[in-house]
Protein backbone atom coordinates (compact mmCIF):
# COMPACT_ATOMS: atom_id res chain seq x y z
CA UNK A 1 0.00 0.00 0.00
CA UNK A 2 0.88 3.22 -0.37
CA UNK A 3 -0.33 6.57 1.27
CA UNK A 4 -3.35 7.12 -0.79
CA UNK A 5 -4.11 3.73 0.11
CA UNK A 6 -3.63 4.32 3.52
CA UNK A 7 -5.68 7.45 3.56
CA UNK A 8 -8.56 5.91 1.29
CA UNK A 9 -8.90 2.73 3.70
CA UNK A 10 -8.99 5.30 6.52
CA UNK A 11 -12.14 7.46 5.01
CA UNK A 12 -13.70 4.14 4.57
CA UNK A 13 -12.93 2.79 8.08
CA UNK A 14 -14.45 6.20 9.11
CA UNK A 15 -17.45 6.27 7.00
CA UNK A 16 -18.05 3.18 4.84
CA UNK A 17 -20.72 4.38 2.82
CA UNK A 18 -18.49 7.69 1.44
CA UNK A 19 -19.19 7.81 -2.26
CA UNK A 20 -16.84 7.79 -4.84
CA UNK A 21 -17.14 11.53 -5.79
CA UNK A 22 -15.95 12.19 -1.95
CA UNK A 23 -13.70 9.67 -2.02
CA UNK A 24 -11.82 11.43 -5.22
CA UNK A 25 -12.14 15.01 -3.88
CA UNK A 26 -9.97 13.89 -0.18
CA UNK A 27 -8.10 12.16 -2.05
CA UNK A 28 -7.45 13.82 -5.20
CA UNK A 29 -7.55 11.50 -7.58
CA UNK A 30 -10.23 10.24 -10.17
CA UNK A 31 -13.58 8.53 -8.85
CA UNK A 32 -12.19 5.79 -11.62
CA UNK A 33 -9.12 5.47 -9.60
CA UNK A 34 -10.80 5.62 -6.35
CA UNK A 35 -12.86 2.49 -7.27
CA UNK A 36 -9.78 0.52 -8.41
CA UNK A 37 -7.98 1.09 -5.55
CA UNK A 38 -10.60 0.40 -3.36
CA UNK A 39 -11.34 -3.48 -5.46
CA UNK A 40 -8.17 -3.86 -5.22
CA UNK A 41 -7.71 -3.54 -1.16
CA UNK A 42 -10.86 -5.90 -1.36
CA UNK A 43 -8.98 -8.48 -3.87
CA UNK A 44 -6.01 -8.51 -1.53
CA UNK A 45 -7.56 -8.78 1.51
CA UNK A 46 -6.48 -5.93 3.33
CA UNK A 47 -10.08 -5.32 3.17
CA UNK A 48 -11.72 -8.17 4.63
CA UNK A 49 -15.73 -7.02 4.39
CA UNK A 50 -17.95 -4.51 5.62
CA UNK A 51 -20.72 -5.22 7.47
CA UNK A 52 -23.74 -4.08 9.09
CA UNK A 53 -25.32 -4.19 12.67
CA UNK A 54 -27.59 -3.22 14.88
CA UNK A 55 -25.34 -0.92 16.85
CA UNK A 56 -23.79 -1.82 20.33
CA UNK A 57 -25.34 0.99 22.24
CA UNK A 58 -29.04 0.55 21.33
CA UNK A 59 -28.51 -3.56 22.08
CA UNK A 60 -26.81 -1.32 25.46
CA UNK A 61 -23.91 -4.48 24.95
CA UNK A 62 -20.76 -4.49 27.30
CA UNK A 63 -17.64 -4.16 25.43
CA UNK A 64 -14.57 -5.78 27.28
CA UNK A 65 -11.53 -6.54 26.48
CA UNK A 66 -9.01 -9.37 28.33
CA UNK A 67 -5.37 -10.04 27.70
CA UNK A 68 -2.36 -11.81 29.04
CA UNK A 69 0.74 -14.14 28.17
CA UNK A 70 -0.05 -17.02 26.68
CA UNK A 71 0.98 -20.65 27.82
CA UNK A 72 -0.52 -22.29 25.02
CA UNK A 73 1.76 -24.33 22.41
CA UNK A 74 -0.54 -23.03 19.37
CA UNK A 75 -1.54 -19.68 18.85
CA UNK A 76 -3.70 -20.99 15.50
CA UNK A 77 -5.32 -23.71 17.80
CA UNK A 78 -6.01 -20.93 20.36
CA UNK A 79 -7.41 -18.53 17.59
CA UNK A 80 -10.00 -21.13 16.56
CA UNK A 81 -10.69 -22.21 20.12
CA UNK A 82 -11.39 -18.02 20.92
CA UNK A 83 -13.39 -18.10 17.96
CA UNK A 84 -15.97 -20.97 19.11
CA UNK A 85 -17.63 -18.02 21.57
CA UNK A 86 -20.25 -16.47 21.01
CA UNK A 87 -18.95 -13.55 22.68
CA UNK A 88 -15.52 -13.03 20.81
CA UNK A 89 -15.51 -10.14 18.73
CA UNK A 90 -11.55 -10.16 17.48
CA UNK A 91 -8.14 -11.82 18.77
CA UNK A 92 -4.72 -10.11 18.49
CA UNK A 93 -1.52 -12.02 19.04
CA UNK A 94 1.36 -10.12 19.73
CA UNK A 95 5.21 -10.95 20.61
CA UNK A 96 6.16 -12.75 23.55
CA UNK A 97 3.04 -14.97 23.61
CA UNK A 98 0.69 -11.79 24.16
CA UNK A 99 -3.01 -12.22 23.89
CA UNK A 100 -5.75 -9.68 23.49
CA UNK A 101 -8.92 -10.57 23.31
CA UNK A 102 -12.12 -8.12 22.82
CA UNK A 103 -15.92 -9.44 23.49
CA UNK A 104 -19.25 -8.08 22.78
CA UNK A 105 -21.13 -9.01 25.89
CA UNK A 106 -25.45 -8.36 26.30
CA UNK A 107 -24.95 -8.05 30.21
CA UNK A 108 -21.65 -7.53 32.75
CA UNK A 109 -23.41 -10.29 34.47
CA UNK A 110 -21.35 -12.50 31.74
CA UNK A 111 -17.97 -10.81 32.33
CA UNK A 112 -16.71 -13.67 34.51
CA UNK A 113 -17.84 -16.18 32.64
CA UNK A 114 -15.85 -14.83 29.44
CA UNK A 115 -13.13 -13.99 31.41
CA UNK A 116 -12.67 -17.65 32.79
CA UNK A 117 -13.12 -18.93 28.77
CA UNK A 118 -10.57 -16.54 27.99
CA UNK A 119 -8.30 -17.89 30.96
CA UNK A 120 -8.79 -21.66 30.12
CA UNK A 121 -8.53 -21.85 26.06
CA UNK A 122 -5.62 -19.57 26.05
CA UNK A 123 -4.25 -20.58 28.89
CA UNK A 124 -3.76 -17.04 30.06
CA UNK A 125 -1.00 -15.44 32.90
CA UNK A 126 -1.04 -11.70 34.66
CA UNK A 127 -4.77 -11.29 32.90
CA UNK A 128 -6.15 -7.94 32.57
CA UNK A 129 -9.42 -7.25 31.89
CA UNK A 130 -11.16 -4.18 30.67
CA UNK A 131 -14.47 -2.74 30.32
CA UNK A 132 -14.67 0.14 27.64
CA UNK A 133 -15.78 3.29 28.69
CA UNK A 134 -18.04 4.88 25.92
CA UNK A 135 -18.17 8.44 27.08
CA UNK A 136 -14.42 9.30 26.61
CA UNK A 137 -14.88 11.62 24.03
CA UNK A 138 -11.51 10.81 22.21
CA UNK A 139 -12.71 9.77 18.73
CA UNK A 140 -16.16 11.15 18.15
CA UNK A 141 -15.80 10.54 14.29
CA UNK A 142 -14.49 6.99 14.41
CA UNK A 143 -16.33 4.52 16.11
CA UNK A 144 -14.34 2.17 17.49
CA UNK A 145 -15.45 -1.35 17.97
CA UNK A 146 -19.10 0.24 18.19
CA UNK A 147 -18.05 2.07 21.33
CA UNK A 148 -20.22 5.19 21.32
CA UNK A 149 -22.17 7.61 24.00
CA UNK A 150 -25.61 5.74 24.36
CA UNK A 151 -28.55 8.11 23.87
CA UNK A 152 -31.30 8.18 26.93
CA UNK A 153 -33.54 6.33 24.45
CA UNK A 154 -33.94 4.97 21.00
CA UNK A 155 -36.91 4.06 19.00
CA UNK A 156 -37.89 0.38 18.25
CA UNK A 157 -36.52 -0.83 15.29
CA UNK A 158 -39.18 -2.22 12.88
CA UNK A 159 -39.10 -5.33 11.04
CA UNK A 160 -38.20 -2.90 7.81
CA UNK A 161 -34.87 -1.11 9.57
CA UNK A 162 -34.03 -4.81 10.75
CA UNK A 163 -34.06 -6.15 6.84
CA UNK A 164 -32.33 -3.21 5.35
CA UNK A 165 -29.33 -3.74 8.07
CA UNK A 166 -29.78 -7.71 6.52
CA UNK A 167 -29.71 -6.04 3.36
CA UNK A 168 -26.26 -4.40 4.06
CA UNK A 169 -24.96 -7.73 6.20
CA UNK A 170 -22.41 -8.24 2.94
CA UNK A 171 -21.68 -5.20 1.75
CA UNK A 172 -22.70 -1.60 3.47
CA UNK A 173 -21.79 0.29 0.32
CA UNK A 174 -24.36 -1.70 -1.78
CA UNK A 175 -26.76 1.65 -3.08
CA UNK A 176 -30.08 2.47 -2.05
CA UNK A 177 -31.46 1.03 -5.33
CA UNK A 178 -30.48 -2.75 -5.01
CA UNK A 179 -31.62 -2.44 -1.28
CA UNK A 180 -35.10 -1.01 -2.17
CA UNK A 181 -35.84 -3.48 -5.44
CA UNK A 182 -34.48 -6.18 -3.19
CA UNK A 183 -37.14 -5.63 -0.10
CA UNK A 184 -40.02 -4.24 -2.63
CA UNK A 185 -40.24 -0.54 -1.34
CA UNK A 186 -39.04 2.84 -2.56
CA UNK A 187 -35.98 4.56 -2.61
CA UNK A 188 -37.47 7.19 -0.97
CA UNK A 189 -38.55 4.38 1.68
CA UNK A 190 -35.05 3.17 2.22
CA UNK A 191 -33.31 6.33 2.47
CA UNK A 192 -35.60 7.63 4.96
CA UNK A 193 -34.59 4.24 7.18
CA UNK A 194 -31.41 4.52 6.56
CA UNK A 195 -31.25 8.25 7.82
CA UNK A 196 -32.78 7.73 10.46
CA UNK A 197 -30.90 4.62 11.88
CA UNK A 198 -27.53 6.39 11.24
CA UNK A 199 -28.53 9.84 12.84
CA UNK A 200 -29.94 8.17 15.74
CA UNK A 201 -27.25 5.59 16.32
CA UNK A 202 -28.53 2.41 15.96
CA UNK A 203 -26.76 1.54 13.20
CA UNK A 204 -23.40 0.02 13.37
CA UNK A 205 -21.64 -0.12 10.02
CA UNK A 206 -17.79 -0.82 9.89
CA UNK A 207 -15.28 -2.23 8.14
CA UNK A 208 -12.83 -4.85 8.65
CA UNK A 209 -9.43 -4.58 7.55
CA UNK A 210 -5.72 -6.34 7.78
CA UNK A 211 -3.45 -3.91 6.93
CA UNK A 212 -0.20 -6.13 8.03
CA UNK A 213 -1.24 -8.51 5.26
CA UNK A 214 -0.27 -5.24 2.70
CA UNK A 215 3.62 -5.12 4.83
CA UNK A 216 2.37 -2.53 7.59
CA UNK A 217 2.94 -3.20 10.98
CA UNK A 218 0.52 -3.23 13.65
CA UNK A 219 1.29 -2.02 17.07
CA UNK A 220 -0.86 -2.56 20.37
CA UNK A 221 0.25 -0.07 23.04
CA UNK A 222 -1.01 -0.17 26.48
CA UNK A 223 -0.27 3.10 27.90
CA UNK A 224 -0.11 3.75 31.74
CA UNK A 225 -0.66 7.75 33.10
CA UNK A 226 0.14 9.36 36.47
CA UNK A 227 -2.95 9.31 39.40
CA UNK A 228 -4.83 12.03 38.53
CA UNK A 229 -4.20 12.58 34.31
CA UNK A 230 -7.42 13.70 32.50
CA UNK A 231 -7.15 10.02 30.39
CA UNK A 232 -9.74 11.87 27.67
CA UNK A 233 -7.36 14.61 27.26
CA UNK A 234 -4.37 13.27 27.35
CA UNK A 235 -5.81 10.59 24.28
CA UNK A 236 -6.74 13.69 21.63
CA UNK A 237 -3.30 15.03 22.41
CA UNK A 238 -1.63 11.81 21.90
CA UNK A 239 -3.79 11.62 18.65
CA UNK A 240 -3.04 14.96 17.56
CA UNK A 241 0.72 15.41 18.50
CA UNK A 242 1.50 11.91 16.80
CA UNK A 243 0.03 10.58 13.28
CA UNK A 244 0.04 7.37 12.00
CA UNK A 245 -1.79 5.96 9.11
CA UNK A 246 -4.18 4.61 11.11
CA UNK A 247 -4.84 4.93 15.09
CA UNK A 248 -7.32 4.46 17.71
CA UNK A 249 -7.44 4.96 21.73
CA UNK A 250 -10.03 3.51 24.13
CA UNK A 251 -10.30 3.57 27.44
CA UNK A 252 -11.34 1.87 30.18
CA UNK A 253 -13.91 2.55 33.20
CA UNK A 254 -12.43 -0.01 35.87
CA UNK A 255 -8.90 1.12 34.77
CA UNK A 256 -8.59 4.84 35.60
CA UNK A 257 -4.75 5.30 34.78
CA UNK A 258 -5.04 3.20 31.39
CA UNK A 259 -5.45 3.68 27.99
CA UNK A 260 -5.44 0.97 25.05
CA UNK A 261 -3.41 2.47 21.92
CA UNK A 262 -3.70 0.15 18.36
CA UNK A 263 -1.97 1.73 15.18
CA UNK A 264 -0.25 0.47 12.18
CA UNK A 265 2.90 2.30 10.08
CA UNK A 266 4.93 1.50 7.78
CA UNK A 267 8.07 2.29 9.59
CA UNK A 268 9.60 1.13 12.55
CA UNK A 269 11.35 4.69 12.79
CA UNK A 270 8.55 6.15 13.07
CA UNK A 271 7.24 3.68 15.93
CA UNK A 272 10.43 4.27 17.97
CA UNK A 273 10.83 7.98 17.16
CA UNK A 274 6.95 8.40 18.48
CA UNK A 275 6.82 5.96 21.49
CA UNK A 276 10.17 7.85 22.74
CA UNK A 277 8.27 11.00 22.46
CA UNK A 278 5.29 9.69 24.01
CA UNK A 279 7.13 7.70 26.94
CA UNK A 280 8.56 11.30 28.00
CA UNK A 281 5.19 13.03 28.17
CA UNK A 282 4.14 14.41 31.62
CA UNK A 283 1.01 12.62 31.95
CA UNK A 284 2.40 9.01 30.97
CA UNK A 285 4.16 6.88 33.53
CA UNK A 286 4.97 3.97 31.81
CA UNK A 287 4.49 2.13 28.11
CA UNK A 288 4.25 -1.86 26.70
CA UNK A 289 4.43 -1.94 22.70
CA UNK A 290 4.07 -4.89 21.30
CA UNK A 291 4.12 -5.63 17.55
CA UNK A 292 0.87 -7.66 16.62
CA UNK A 293 1.75 -10.22 14.11
CA UNK A 294 -1.86 -12.04 13.48
CA UNK A 295 -5.61 -10.72 13.70
CA UNK A 296 -8.75 -12.63 13.65
CA UNK A 297 -12.43 -11.30 13.63
CA UNK A 298 -15.19 -13.40 14.72
CA UNK A 299 -18.98 -13.31 13.84
CA UNK A 300 -21.15 -12.68 17.56
CA UNK A 301 -24.47 -12.94 18.83
CA UNK A 302 -25.07 -9.40 17.65
CA UNK A 303 -24.43 -10.03 13.65
CA UNK A 304 -26.93 -13.20 14.46
CA UNK A 305 -29.46 -10.72 16.10
CA UNK A 306 -31.50 -9.22 12.90
CA UNK A 307 -32.13 -12.41 11.86
CA UNK A 308 -33.62 -13.83 14.90
CA UNK A 309 -35.68 -10.31 15.90
CA UNK A 310 -37.17 -10.49 12.36
CA UNK A 311 -38.08 -14.47 12.39
CA UNK A 312 -39.61 -13.74 16.29
CA UNK A 313 -41.71 -10.88 15.24
CA UNK A 314 -43.38 -13.67 12.17
CA UNK A 315 -43.61 -15.94 14.46
CA UNK A 316 -45.76 -13.74 17.30
CA UNK A 317 -47.35 -12.97 13.94
CA UNK A 318 -48.56 -15.99 12.61
CA UNK A 319 -49.40 -16.47 16.57
CA UNK A 320 -51.77 -13.71 16.98
CA UNK A 321 -53.83 -14.94 13.42
CA UNK A 322 -54.76 -17.84 14.02
CA UNK A 323 -58.37 -18.67 15.24
CA UNK A 324 -58.70 -18.74 19.00
CA UNK A 325 -60.58 -22.05 19.57
CA UNK A 326 -64.40 -21.03 20.58
CA UNK A 327 -65.84 -22.47 23.91
CA UNK A 328 -68.80 -24.66 24.36
Same mark, same amino acid.
Given at each position: MDDTDRKLLMLI +??? =??????ELSKRLGITKQAAYR??????ESGVIEGMTADISIPYLDAVPVAVSGRSKAPSVLKTFEGLGECEFTRRVIAGCGNYIYVNGILRDISELDD #??? #????????????????? =????LMPHYVVDGITNRKPSYRRLSNLDLR $?????? %????? /??? %? $??? %??? +?????????LEDMMLEGSLDLHVRTDSPLAGD?? #????VT?????DKAAVGRRLLSEYSFMDAFLVSYSNLPNQLGWIFWTGELSEMRKILTAVDEDEDVVALMPNLGYL?? $????????? /??SLIQKSEENRTRSRRPRPTRK
Open positions: +VTN =PRISFQRLQTLK #FVD #FVKRVAELQDVTVGTYS =PDSG $IILSLK %EDVRK /PVK %E $IAK %ELG +VSVKTVKRHLM #FVVNLRDGAMR $IYSTWQDKL /PQ
